[in-house]
């Protein structure tokens, strides 16, 4: 892509550096819809977009992508910038060309999208640049590293591992790399740490047993203690208390607590041999 690069540079040479009237007229007439008013603007600041694109080159993108997402950032800028304003365009526009490339790298550096929050992306730009400053050469960043790099980007430690783990390696794909016929992929190596299917068939096999288990208590119980015993461990809204009870049942508080002590009994004979032998809930 030399040839690009070489292109780029000579047509940023080829466009006149504009004054401030110039650039004000250009601007109004932009800002009607005059479309060789903008043309003129972009290319006069064509030598802003590539000094700025350049800083970005160690990200191993070509420098004519990196351009012309500066151009996009140009472009928005120039949609917003007022010329009855005393700055001028390539000030107010640096900050919008610079976003607009650090969006590009962050989309295109990785198949997984790194940086969604503004701590992520100032530790993607700066996290290699801090490390060298620091003069951290080891694996992996020291504790002290660790806290200062925190400290001066105003992150937490936990962002910066995290970022230095990702920056450590390009991406690799979960399937084998093909050398051999019979390699396993690296997806099929995975650790789970869920339960197995016979386990999870176990599991819902003793629910089964427990919920027929209950099921028949609760058919053994009367009327009465079928009322409380939903109305304080059944409910699916909030817990009915035992004076309540007692009012809606015409009893006092004290026989709803005994009606209630006698249901459980007879729940508990029922669950406790299936609980015993499956163990507990």
């Known amino acids: 892509m030399a040839w690009a690069d070489s292109w780029l540079v000579r047509e940023a040479r080829r466009q006149p550096i504009l004054t401030r009237e110039q650039e ?9 819809g005059d479309a060789a008013a903008v043309s003129q603007l972009v290319g006069s600041h064509l030598r802003l977009v590539i000094r700025i694109a350049d800083r970005y080159r160690s990200t191993g993108l070509a420098k004519a992508d990196l351009v012309q997402e500066g151009c996009v950032g140009l472009m928005q800028a120039l949609q917003r910038f007022n010329p009855d304003h005393d700055a001028r365009l390539a000030t107010y526009s640096m900050w919008w060309i610079k976003a607009a490339i650090q969006d590009h790298v962050m989309r295109s550096w990785s198949l997984v999208r790194t940086g969604t929050t503004a701590a992520q992306k100032s530790l993607f730009f700066n996290l290699r640049r801090l490390r060298a400053a620091m003069n951290e050469t080891g694996e992996s ?13 105003g992150v937490s430690e ?3 591992r995290r970022m230095e783990q990702r920056l450590a390696g390009p991406d690799c794909s979960l399937h084998g790399s093909g050398r051999d016929a019979d390699e396993v992929a690296w997806e099929d190596r995975l650790a789970d740490d869920g339960p197995t299917p016979e386990q999870t068939a176990i599991a819902l096999d003793d629910v089964r047993v427990k919920l027929a288990a209950l099921a028949a208590g609760l058919a053994e119980l009367t009327q009465r203690e079928l009322e409380i015993i939903r109305g304080r461990y059944l409910s699916a809204e909030v817990v009915v ?3 309540a009870l007692g009012k809606e049942l015409g009893i006092s508080k004290e026989r709803v607590r005994q009606i209630e002590a006698r249901a459980m009994a007879k729940l508990r004979a029922f669950m406790q041999p299936v609980l015993d032998g499956g163990g507990a809930v």
Do not use: F
Request: aromatic share 0%; glycine share 8%; net charge positive.
């Open 141 to 153: 960043l020291s504790d002290a590293g660790v806290g200062r790099i925190a400290q001066i980007l």
């Open 241 to 243: 208390t035992l004076e």
């Open 24 to 32: 004000r007229a250009l601007a109004r007439r932009a800002r009607s």
């Open 158 to 160: 936990r962002d910066v």
